[in-house]
């Protein structure tokens, strides 16, 4: 069965600290792994998106890691900001065309001053 | 301008009744989708359309009945609403089939059944 685990469940940190958020997955074959945000009362807005060939892609202060072996990833957030207190879900896409979008349920971080 | 739209934002009203939720999307993309999040934030979908024909349809009660009008358009109608039924109801797009192409999604509605 296909699943994605993400951990912590939730993270506070001070501002301007650093944090990385970790998802481990199973699903099989695999094509891609999407990170996204999603501030409170709103939809998901995708961060990241990396294929089996890509390790790391960043998009401003987030980065993210894919390891396809041990089918890991990583968001790790630079200097972080109290904008950036959201819950961030990291889904996982499986090669079989139509459908097979498998998510996790998110890491709740808060930013505090 | 709005990419993905989605009426009403809140929806209150009483279990047994008939609602529905609107979803409009002027990113010309082909393929649409709802999802469900619960109380413990996960993301569930429910259906996909992709060029007007449904191409997902998760374990969802015959309840629940979505309606494509054309591209731009997923509506979502209810019937017989249930206490269960209370949850944040997302819209969402992308370009194509949702393995390969990124998803822009609604600002959502949340639904509650007393």
């Known amino acids: 069965k296909n699943q994605v685990e993400q951990s912590p469940q939730s993270l506070i940190i001070l501002e301007g600290k650093n944090c990385t958020l970790q998802c481990n997955y199973t699903v099989s074959p695999f094509s891609n792994l999407r990170w996204y945000k999603q501030d409170t009362g709103r939809g998901p807005v995708s961060l990241t998106i990396m294929t089996f060939s890509e390790n790391t892609k960043s998009n401003g202060r987030y980065t993210a890691t894919l390891d396809a072996d041990t089918k890991q990833s990583s968001l790790h957030i630079t200097a972080s900001q109290l904008s950036d207190s959201a819950s961030y879900i990291c889904v996982v896409s499986a090669r079989t065309g139509r459908r097979a979008l498998t998510f996790g349920s998110g890491t709740r971080l808060q930013v505090q001053p | 301008d709005t990419a993905v739209s989605q009426t009403p934002k809140y929806l209150v009203t009483q279990m047994g009744n008939d609602k529905s939720i609107k979803c409009e999307q002027n990113?010309?993309?082909?393929?649409m989708y709802w999802y469900k999040q619960d109380s413990k934030k996960f993301l569930k979908i429910m259906f996909s359309?992709?060029?007007?024909?449904?191409?997902i349809n998760e374990t969802v009660p015959n309840r629940f009945s979505p309606k494509s009008p054309d591209k731009a358009h997923l509506n979502l109608h209810i019937n017989s609403l249930e206490l269960g039924d209370s949850a944040v109801y997302f819209c969402?797009?992308?370009?194509?089939?949702?393995?390969?192409?990124?998803?822009?999604f609604g600002p959502g509605t949340r639904l509650t059944v007393t």
């Open positions: 359309y992709n060029n007007k024909e449904l191409i």
């Open positions: 969402a797009s992308s370009q194509g089939l949702p393995d390969s192409y990124e998803q822009y």
């Open positions: 990113l010309g993309h082909d393929t």
